[in-house]
């Protein structure tokens, strides 16, 4: 019968054999910490300063409920007491925006996340004011999803031209 028991960085087995009970541990080569970490709470402050202007340039006066790294994925995960979600690379460079449900991003964002060709391209559609997300995919497309029936997002190149619509 084994029973383990995990105490912070250390292993620690416990083995009953015939009466025998010995106990092994396996060496902390962590110096003390708790091993990898995937993700954990950040201090808003610790953000690359590129990311903390954008928050403060549009979203001035409105809380933040969550602030997260996600090493492995080198990303920043915000969310914001009104709702807004954001991601950012390590370079603090927007990498997604998300509007609250049943809500839409403003068109001033819109309009300056986008290419100039990309936003006059929504606002000759009249869809300027519904977009819902955006999300920049690796420097080569940009997806913008809109509060509109299926197909709801259209998709553009960096330099703002129209690829498609898609479900």
Known sequence: MKTHFIFGAAFVAVVALSGYDAQARRPDLTGGNPGIVISG???YDGMPEKAKH???KHFSGVGISKCEKYFAKGKYEVELANGVDMEFNTKGELTEIDAPDNAFLAPSIVKELLHRSAYSHLEKD????KVESIEFNRGKAVEVELGIPDPDTYV???DGNFIAIRD
């Open 156 to 158: 553009f190149d960096i």
């Open 54 to 56: 954008f928050i403060s």
């Open 41 to 43: 709470s950040q201090d």
């Open 126 to 129: 009249g869809l300027d004011s």
